[in-house]
């Protein structure tokens, strides 16, 4: 097994735990955890493990990009801009298509490309306290990858409302919305994600995978054309003014001065 430094994965049986690991950042996402996430997603898909469960580690389930690669951001080329969202489309698509069923168990906060995991996972069970949110227009970047697949589950007008305002919503919202399966007390979330487990490993792993190949096929088509734009305005938006000014006040704690609209 691949050794890994950003995720815990433990293997139990017929399940494999991918645990987001760095609690000191709540978990925050680095190219190398997204690296990781993707490696650990593809040995499971080519071995015998029926259920893949998300989890992060400490206080939160993921908050979002680390303030380390914001930073690292402005001094890349568009080259690298590039190479950045084709990483983050790949991490996506990997889980979306991921053969085995996946289950997201989620606490605290779940941010950005964090609530990205969440979402794209089959089920998501989550704690009365979690936190969720697409934020990404509060520091002038694009939410474009994981806008596809957001408006393939809830519509777009939910999709707009979410996107567009980046605000914080509770797990009883989401599961409204559909995000969210069940909202389950915190000392619960690890019986109730077992349990699902269980219930899914009954099922016929043939038949699981072979689901799972139709609902992606059903959306293929639409998907490469709407994963190809989202690439380009992901790798775009990190070459703006406002993008370096949302980051600039982001770590600064202060409110953004936006440049005019054009």
Avoid at 46 to 66: I, K, P, Q, T, Y
Avoid at 180 to 187: L, Q, T
Avoid at 215 to 240: G, H
Wanted: proline letters at 3%; glycine letters at 6%.
């Amino acid at each position: 097994m691949t050794a890994y430094s950003t995720i815990l994965v433990a293997d139990e049986g017929a399940i494999r735990t991918i645990t987001l690991n760095r609690p000191e950042r709540r978990n925050a996402m680095t190219p190398a955890m997204q690296r990781e996430l993707i490696a650990a997603m593809e040995e499971a898909a080519a071995s015998e493990f029926r259920v893949v469960v998300f989890a992060g580690a400490g206080e939160a389930f993921c908050s979002g990009l680390d303030l380390s690669a914001l930073q690292e951001m402005h001094g890349k080329s568009a080259a690298e801009h590039h190479e950045d969202a084709e990483r983050i489309a790949r991490l996506f698509r990997t889980l979306y298509e991921l053969p085995k069923p996946t289950i997201a168990a989620v606490h605290g906060a779940a941010i950005a490309g964090g609530m990205g995991i969440a979402t794209l996972c089959d089920f998501t069970v989550a704690t009365p306290a979690a936190k969720l949110g697409y934020t990404e227009v509060r520091i002038g970047f694009v939410p474009a990858v994981v806008s596809a697949y957001l408006t393939l589950q809830i519509g777009e007008k939910r999709a707009r409302d979410l996107l567009l305002t980046g605000r914080i919503f509770d797990a009883q919202e989401a599961q409204r919305l559909g995000l969210v399966n069940e909202v389950v007390a915190a000392e619960e979330l690890s019986n109730r994600v077992n349990s699902l487990a269980a219930a899914l490993i009954a099922n016929s792993p043939e038949s699981l995978a072979a689901t799972k190949r139709l609902l992606a096929a059903q959306n293929k088509t639409w998907l490469d054309a709407a994963i190809s734009a989202a690439m380009e305005a992901n790798a775009r938006s990190r070459e703006t003014a406002d993008f370096r000014e949302g980051v600039a006040a982001f770590l600064e704690k202060r409110r953004p001065a936006w440049a005019k609209a054009k």
